[in-house]
């Protein structure tokens, strides 16, 4: 099966052709460029350059959160455009678990995949690192790094650190006092290679998608989107305060 993954969920982009496991290209950028601009010249020129055409591609993956918001977007709609054409099958994985796959075969115990979310909380997932892949342990979710690392299983079984929420996560481990390993910057951040592997598994567990049903996962509201609601919360409480004081 021929795969070709995307991630964009963070600052850098990468471009992966997948036979199976066997990584055949992949391409990682780190520029500061726009996902707009970088993701699908990337794409084209990876296929071109293995002399694969969009013909001969199985499946497209894409890292569909958590992450940044405008990353996702551009990276979810980028698999759409490419799966359009052939109506190609298409899956959607989780980023943190795309991460923790970076680790398996070379580690073992529990991986803490971590993306910052700001506002001193981390995107998160705990994962037990095996031969065949990383066996999740936590949800995908959106944490305090106090809530995370005040769990006595956590602070016990935490091995390894990953992502860019990786520094944050070891800092305030070792203030804790405890062991934690801080990944090399070559393996701690998203590659599209941990993309396509997530992928592989759900597309031999039958559960690809439509390039049209493909839908971000962002676990909590953009900052635009609270601040809509903290106005619409305030202007509600304005209007029942008006009507109180009219009864009176």
Request: aromatic share 6%.
């Amino acid at each position: 099966m021929n795969i070709l993954a995307i991630e964009s969920s963070a600052k850098a982009a990468s471009v992966a052709l997948c036979r199976d496991e066997f990584l055949v290209a992949e391409s990682y950028q780190n520029s500061g460029l726009t996902h707009s601009s970088t993701l699908m010249p990337m794409c084209e020129a990876l296929l071109r350059n293995c002399g694969v055409a969009l013909e001969d591609v199985d499946l497209i993956a894409v890292a569909n959160g958590p992450g940044s918001f405008t990353g996702l977007r551009i990276g979810i709609a980028t698999a759409k455009g490419v799966a359009w054409p052939g109506e190609l099958p298409c899956a959607g994985v989780s980023t943190l678990e795309a991460m923790a796959w970076n680790l398996c075969g070379l580690a073992e115990g529990v991986v803490c995949c971590a993306m910052d979310a700001r506002r001193n909380q981390v995107y998160n997932a705990l994962f037990q690192l095996t031969e065949n892949g990383p066996l999740r342990l936590t949800e995908d979710r959106a944490i305090a790094l106090e809530q995370l690392f005040g769990d006595e299983e956590a602070r016990k079984n935490i091995r390894f650190v990953v992502g860019d929420g990786a520094q944050m996560c070891y800092d305030y481990g070792k203030e804790l006092g405890l062991d934690l390993r801080l990944v090399p910057q070559n393996l701690r951040y998203q590659h599209a290679y941990g993309v396509a592997r997530c992928a592989l598994e759900q597309a031999r567990a039958g559960k690809t998608v439509s390039g049209g049903a493909l839908a971000a996962n962002y676990l909590r509201l953009s900052q635009a989107e609270r601040e809509r609601l903290a106005k619409e919360s305030a202007k509600k409480r304005e209007t029942q305060n008006h009507a109180t004081e009219r009864e009176k």
